[in-house]
């Protein structure tokens, strides 16, 4: 993650929550008052973001220092030891929120994505994500994807091109869509179209597109399809595709299957904090 975005967000976020003060922490304890906590794993998983609880803590106190026993992408097991963290008891309890808020969020997506990869269990289509995602998190939720053995599809929309249905309805065609796209555009950024036919697929193909996408589609028809690609084009699978059923899209021949599932349908990883 960036680190300057990052702590951009965490600013952002610990303003929401503490507003001018957090008057649990500060009217109980002075900030004199110093204790030690862990962070702990309350179910099995794998971990992402462990990089929040220091950044988070560094913005509220500098005097609180960061001990952490995992990093991310380690799996963890219920009752396991992630971080200690030692300073004012104060700062202590008016981070913690934001952290576990985060931290569990995008432990939730890692294990979900490593999940995903392990069922698919071919090295050789990358597990994407979409841009379905939490707004403000996104930056968050993607790398969680990654920690998880997963791999970025475009950041929004402005790194990358995807004509879509409707881009096709207003424009024409794929071979116009395409090729006005290409005209304003650098060598650097793909275009990539949304197919739902075979004759889509054929059109996508002569308009000269960097990556097609199969959409809504079997994996049958996928491997039909696919055969209508040249090695040129990257191909992408996208659409229903869930942990549940991805085992069935193992030899369809996509270069890479996108699950927006990845990100806008997890369990958050329960972690906890607690004071030793």
């Not at 791999?151 to 395409?178: P, Q, T, W």
């Amino acid at each position: 993650m960036n680190n300057i975005l990052m702590k951009q967000k965490l600013e952002q976020f610990l303003l929401e929550d503490i507003g001018t003060n957090d008057l649990s922490a500060t009217t109980i304890f002075p900030i004199s008052d110093i204790g030690s906590a862990v962070f702990q794993a309350k179910e099995t998983g794998t971990l992402a973001g462990l990089a929040i609880i220091q950044a988070t803590y560094q913005l509220l106190d500098s005097d609180v220092h960061v001990t952490l026993f995992k990093k991310d992408g380690d799996d963890v097991i219920t009752g396991e030891h992630i971080a200690k963290v030692t300073g004012p008891i104060q700062t202590i309890l008016t981070g913690e929120r934001v952290i576990l808020n985060i931290i569990q969020r995008m432990s939730g997506i890692a294990t979900m994505t490593k999940q995903v990869v392990q069922r698919l269990n071919n090295s050789d289509i990358q597990v994407c994500d979409t841009r379905k995602t939490t707004p403000g998190l996104r930056m968050f939720e993607k790398y969680a994807v990654t920690c998880g053995g997963g791999y970025n599809h475009r950041y929004g929309l402005y790194d990358g091109v995807m004509i879509k249905d409707n881009h096709i309805a207003f424009c024409g065609s794929i071979e116009k869509a395409v090729q006005k796209a290409r005209e304003q555009l650098g060598p650097m950024v793909k275009i990539e179209v949304e197919t739902e036919s075979k004759e889509e697929v054929e059109a996508a193909v002569q308009a000269g597109c960097d990556v097609i996408m199969f959409d809504n589609q079997s994996p049958e028809v996928i491997f039909e399809w696919n055969k209508l690609v040249p090695e040129t084009i990257i191909t992408e699978a996208s659409g229903n595709i869930t942990l549940e059923n991805i085992a069935s899209y193992r030899d369809c021949g996509v270069n890479c299957i996108s699950l927006g599932s990845l990100t806008h349908s997890v369990s958050s990883l329960d972690i906890s904090l607690g004071g030793i």
